[in-house]
């Protein structure tokens, strides 16, 4: 039996990402959750951190059914074509979909910062994509856990690491902006 496939394109991030994922931190997580411009670019710009994006697959092109509307788009892709407005591919690769920052700390465990999936994404795993893909990421380089942190009340955060083998350490009090409690989770590789 065949493994479905995923509609997501995951990928290394790069620096043109950082408008898309930040706007999308601030649409996953409430204010004193989410990640200030300066901290999320600190975090990802560290020396040993890696962030995975992915991305929606892009739009599929539209199937015209008359023969006068299949010449005119004929027509006008020849006119983009000769005025070199042709999008580049990059261009036409599909938006953030979510995204995933981990740092190998010194000790040689991994800690994820953050996991991102924007809400149109969710309910297709592509959450435990990203998941799945830095865990891998940390045992090829030899880490033997990882760590996170999450908010006591983030219910569904919760219920996701708990599936993915977390396990609850210890309260971290006062956590997040000095005013909630997060839960300290580890996970062996």
Do not use: W
Not at 113 to 130: F, K, N, Y
């Amino acid at each position: 039996m065949t493994e479905p496939t995923t509609p997501f394109l995951l990928r290394d991030y790069e620096k043109k990402d950082f408008d898309a994922i930040f706007k999308l931190d601030r649409l996953c997580f409430e204010p004193g959750v989410a990640y200030s411009r300066p901290e999320l670019s600190s975090f990802i710009e560290q020396r040993r951190s890696f962030t995975i994006v992915a991305e929606f697959p892009p739009e599929p092109a539209l199937h015209i059914s008359t023969t006068d509307d299949l010449a005119a788009e004929a027509a006008a892709e020849a006119e983009r074509f000769e005025a070199g407005q042709r999008q580049s591919r990059a261009e036409v690769r599909g938006h953030v979909a979510g995204f995933l920052t981990y740092h190998v700390q010194k000790q040689e465990y991994g800690h994820i910062i953050t996991l991102d999936v924007h809400p149109e994404a969710r309910r297709q795993r592509l959450g435990s994509l990203l998941m799945a893909a830095a865990c891998e990421r940390l045992r090829k380089r030899t880490a033997f856990m990882v760590v996170l942190e999450v908010a006591v009340n983030n219910h569904p955060a919760l219920a996701f690491y708990e599936r993915h083998g977390f396990k609850k350490v210890k309260v971290l009090e006062r956590y997040y902006n000095r005013d909630v409690d997060a839960i300290f989770m580890t996970k062996r590789l």
